[in-house]
Nanobody
Framework: QVQLVESGGDSVQSGGSLRLSCAASQYTYSSYCMGWFRQAPGKEREGVASISVDGVTSYADSVKGRFTISQDNAKNNLYLQMNSLKPEDTAMYYC????????????????????WGQGTQVTVSS
């Protein structure tokens, strides 16, 4: 059982930056696909970014060039650097993990991820 805890959410102005962190309860990065997802009120959960065991990253078109997913294997931490934030980025952000092949990892489908954190709120004001 992998436990994930997100942090770093905050309220920022449009154009600002935030870095989200996800701490895992065990060493995950040699076996698990890791992903960041978000869900705004009244909307479906969407895959923002993912990183496979081999380091293959995938991003939603809406965040390409603005968000960067990375991991610190020594600390069992996953990060999401978010720059040039927009009001439409406002959502609850979740960290997730599962043992899946890199092709499935790159699809960022929430249905294929087994382990989830509780989420951290990001609010971007105009």
């Amino acid at each position: 059982q992998v436990q994930l805890v997100e942090s770093g959410g905050d309220s920022v102005q449009s154009g600002g930056s935030l870095r989200l962190s996800c701490a895992a309860s065990q060493y995950t990065y040699s076996s698990y696909c890791m992903g960041w997802f978000r869900q705004a009120p009244g909307k479906e959960r969407e895959g923002v970014a993912s990183i496979s065991v081999d380091g293959v990253t995938s991003y939603a078109d809406s965040v390409k060039g603005r968000f960067t997913i990375s991991q610190d294997n020594a600390k069992n931490n996953l990060y999401l650097q978010m720059n040039s934030l927009k009001p439409e980025d406002t959502a609850m952000y979740y960290c997730a993990a599962h043992v899946i092949p890199w092709r499935m990892c790159a699809r960022r489908d929430p249905q294929t991820f087994r382990y989830w954190g509780q989420g951290t709120q990001v609010t971007v004001s105009s």
